[in-house]
């Protein structure tokens, strides 16, 4: 398509990598996981600013562990190793980020910062790498009776607690 159509921008839509069906060349997820990596490193160096990759995967099961959704701590948020094929997702990516809705955890104030999430709609959007710009944590608000998100101002944060007293 790009050769035949020169001066088009494509953009490429993958969902769920995890299941990309393997051939016999990619007998294992981890191979067709980098199979697909080295596809897209090559097709972005050849087409530059023509072509864009969306690369879409759920969070990987650990992310739900009991002992991460407890109130307040750093491991509420997500990690690398919650991406299938982390490492490789964090090398070939411009731009990485995780969506969580704290309170389907059970999680009323998330993560260190102590978020007050009083709001079953609250979802937390983790920039985990940015190429050009910093990474971050922001907010929006599920909207699902119209299958979109909404912005929302950040929410407040629960007071911290003296030691010692």
């Not at 079953?120 to 929006?140: D, E, G, Q, T």
Request: charged share 25%; hydrophobic share 35%.
């Amino acid at each position: 398509y790009m050769e035949t159509h020169p001066n088009s921008k494509v953009i490429v839509d993958v969902d769920h990598m995890i299941l990309f069906e393997m051939s016999d060349e990619f007998d294992d997820q981890t191979k067709a996981l980098y199979g697909v990596c080295n596809a897209v490193r090559r097709l972005k160096k050849k087409y530059k600013q023509r072509i864009l990759f969306l690369l879409l995967n759920q969070i990987l099961k650990d992310a739900d562990k009991f002992d991460r959704n407890e109130d307040g701590l750093l491991a509420n948020y997500p990690t690398t190793g919650d991406l299938f094929g982390g490492d490789a997702t964090m090398q070939l990516a411009d731009t990485v980020f995780a969506l969580k809705m704290p309170w389907k955890n059970g999680i009323n104030y998330y993560g260190p910062d102590r978020y007050i999430i009083d709001d079953p709609s609250i979802i937390a959007y983790h920039i985990m790498k940015a190429r050009n710009n910093s990474v971050r944590l922001s907010f929006f608000g599920a909207d699902f009776a119209h299958m979109r998100i909404t912005d929302i101002s950040t929410p407040g944060q629960q007071q911290s607690r003296s030691k010692g007293r």
